[in-house]
C-alpha cells in the first residue's frame, strides 16, 4: 500500500468542490421565499455570529443539493485517490446539515465535518484536521486565502480556482501538489451573465423615432443610442438578479442550468454585487442627460421587472401579460426620451404584437417539456403541456389582432396626412400576416429556441420581412 493510502484527503467545499458558496446560495433561497423578512439574516449575525446565522438559516432554508453545480474536476479526483483506498474527509466551514446531506448525495465521503459548535474555517479547521490527523498527517484540497493555515499544515496541498495571489502565497509554503483552474474565459462568461445579445431588444426605443418620421435629426439619434444603452445597463442588471433569484429552477432546466450563475461559473456573491452597480450606472446616466420622463419608466421597467422575477412568472396569464408590458416600456421610454407624443397606434399594436410573442416564448418551453414526456406543470411556471392548444389559439389570435390594428391605422386621418401615399402601406399587412403565422408555426415545431424578438433579429426571413416593411413604408411617404 502507498504512502498517500494511509494519509487522508481533505476537501474543502465551498469554492472547491462546490462552485459556490452553500451560505450565500441559502441566504438567497431564505430572501427569495421571505422577500417581507429579507432583513431577518442581519439580525441573526447580529446575536448569534457566524456559527448562529449558519445554524438558523440551515433550519429554515431546504437545499436541493442534488443540483448543486459540483466541480467535475474535483470530483474526478476525489474518486481516483478514493480508488487508491485513501479516506476521503468532506472538512468544510458550512453547517453540517448541509454537508452531511451532501456527502449523502455524492457518496464518496468517508468522513464529514462541519460548522455546530465551531465555525470550522481557517485556523480552527486546522486545529481540528491536526487533532484528528496530526501535523502533516493529512492532504487538503481547498480555494482561498483562508485555506493558507490549513495547507499549511498539511501534507499535500491542491489548490482549486484560487486568485494568483492566494496560488503564490500557497506555493510559498512549499507543499503544493496540484493547482487545479476549472473557470474558463472570464470576460465571456459576464457577456454570457449580462445577456448583451438581449439588448437587441432594446432596439424598440427607436419605434417612436421611426413613426414620427425624425430618423433625419442627428441628435435625436444620439440621444437614442444613449437611451439604448441605459436600457441594456438597468435590463443586465435585471438579468442577473433573475438568474439569482432563479437558481433552483434554471439547475432543474435542460438547458438554463448552463447559464453562468446555475452553472457556477461565476459567484453569487459576484451576481450580488455587480447587479446593483450596473442599476446605479443606468439610473445615474437616465438623471444625467434624460428627460425625468424616462427616468420615472425606466424605474416602472426596473419595479415590474422585479416582480416579475418574484412572483408575477409563476401566475398563468398574468406572467405573458407583465413580459408583452416590458417589450412595450421600452418603446414608452423611447418616446419620453426623444420628447415625442405616444399614439394610440403605436401603443394597441405593440401591445397585441408583444403578448403573442410572450405566448410564444411560454408556447415554447411547454413544447420542449411535451417532447421529453412530462406532463406535470413545468417547474416555477404557470402551465403545464396540456395547456398547448389553448396557449397557441390565445397566441395566434392576439398575433392576428395587431394585423387588425395596422390595417386600422392606415385609415386614420393622421396617417392619410403622415404619409403621401398611405395606400401603400396595405402591403405591410400581408407581410405581417405571413410572419405572425410562421412563427407560430415554427414554435409549434419546436424551432424556436431563443426569445422570440432576438429570434427575429436572427432569422434571415425575419429580416427580410423587417427590410421589406421599410421598403413599404418608404414608399409610402
Not at 448583451?196 to 413613426?211: C, E, G, I, S, Y
Not at 416564448?361 to 421529453?372: F, G, I, P, Q
Request: charged share 20%; with cysteine; proline share 3%.
Amino acid at each position: 500500500m502507498s504512502d498517500d493510502a494511509n494519509i487522508p484527503l481533505c476537501v474543502d467545499l465551498d469554492g472547491t468542490l462546490l462552485d459556490s458558496d452553500l451560505l450565500v446560495e441559502a441566504g438567497l433561497a431564505f430572501v427569495r421565499a421571505n422577500p417581507l423578512r429579507a432583513l431577518a439574516p442581519v439580525g441573526w449575525l447580529a446575536s448569534g455570529g457566524k456559527i448562529g446565522l449558519k445554524a438558523r438559516i440551515a433550519s429554515e432554508v431546504d437545499l436541493d443539493v442534488t443540483c448543486l453545480p459540483y466541480n467535475k474536476a474535483v470530483l474526478a479526483v476525489i474518486e481516483a485517490e478514493k480508488a487508491k483506498g485513501r479516506q476521503i474527509v468532506l472538512a468544510t466551514a458550512s453547517h453540517i446539515s448541509y454537508a452531511r446531506r451532501i456527502a449523502e448525495h455524492l457518496q464518496v465521503f468517508d468522513r464529514v465535518l462541519g460548522t455546530e459548535d465551531v465555525n470550522l474555517s481557517s485556523r480552527r479547521k486546522a486545529e481540528r484536521l491536526i487533532a484528528d490527523y496530526g501535523d502533516k498527517g493529512f492532504d487538503y484540497m481547498g480555494n482561498s486565502s483562508v485555506d493558507l493555515p490549513v495547507w499549511k499544515h498539511s501534507r499535500k496541498a491542491w489548490v482549486v480556482n484560487a486568485s494568483k495571489a492566494v496560488v503564490r502565497l500557497a506555493e510559498g509554503q512549499g507543499n503544493v501538489e496540484k493547482v487545479i483552474d476549472t473557470r474558463g474565459n472570464v470576460l465571456l462568461t459576464w457577456a454570457k451573465a449580462l445577456r448583451f445579445h438581449q439588448w437587441m431588444k432594446n432596439l424598440l426605443v427607436f419605434a417612436p423615432l421611426l413613426a414620427a418620421h425624425q430618423v433625419g435629426h442627428l441628435d435625436l439619434v444620439l440621444r437614442g443610442i444613449f437611451t439604448f444603452f441605459v436600457f441594456g445597463l438597468c435590463a443586465s442588471s435585471v438579468y442577473v438578479l433573475n438568474d439569482l433569484l432563479d437558481l433552483p429552477d434554471d439547475r432543474h432546466h435542460p438547458t438554463k442550468r448552463n447559464r453562468p450563475f446555475a452553472a457556477g461559473k461565476l459567484s453569487v456573491f459576484a451576481g450580488l454585487a455587480v447587479a446593483p452597480l450596473l442599476l446605479i450606472a443606468a439610473f445615474g446616466g437616465a438623471l444625467w442627460l434624460l428627460p425625468w420622463k424616462f427616468t420615472a419608466t425606466l424605474a416602472t421597467y426596473y419595479v415590474l421587472t422585479l416582480a416579475y422575477s418574484l412572483v408575477l412568472k409563476r401566475v398563468m396569464m398574468v406572467d405573458v401579460i407583465a413580459l408583452g408590458m416590458l417589450y412595450t416600456i421600452r418603446i414608452v421610454g423611447g418616446a419620453f426620451a426623444f420628447g415625442l407624443d405616444l399614439t394610440f397606434w403605436i401603443l394597441a399594436f405593440s401591445m397585441f404584437i408583444f403578448l403573442s410573442l410572450a405566448l410564444v416564448k411560454r408556447y415554447a418551453e411547454l413544447v420542449d417539456a411535451r417532447k421529453k414526456g412530462k406532463e406535470a406543470k413545468a417547474r416555477g411556471r404557470g402551465y403545464s403541456p396540456s395547456d398547448l392548444e389553448m396557449l397557441s389559439s390565445l397566441g395566434a389570435a392576439s398575433g392576428y389582432l395587431s394585423v387588425m390594428v395596422l390595417a386600422l391605422y392606415i385609415q386614420d386621418e393622421h396617417t392619410i396626412s403622415l404619409y403621401r401615399h398611405p395606400e401603400f402601406i396595405w402591403l405591410s399587412c400581408p407581410l405581417l400576416l405571413f410572419w405572425v403565422s410562421r412563427t407560430w408555426m415554427l414554435t409549434h415545431r419546436g424551432e424556436m429556441h431563443d426569445d422570440p424578438v432576438v429570434f427575429a433579429i436572427k432569422d434571415r426571413v425575419s429580416l427580410v420581412v423587417g427590410v421589406l416593411f421599410g421598403v413599404i413604408f418608404w414608399m409610402a411617404r
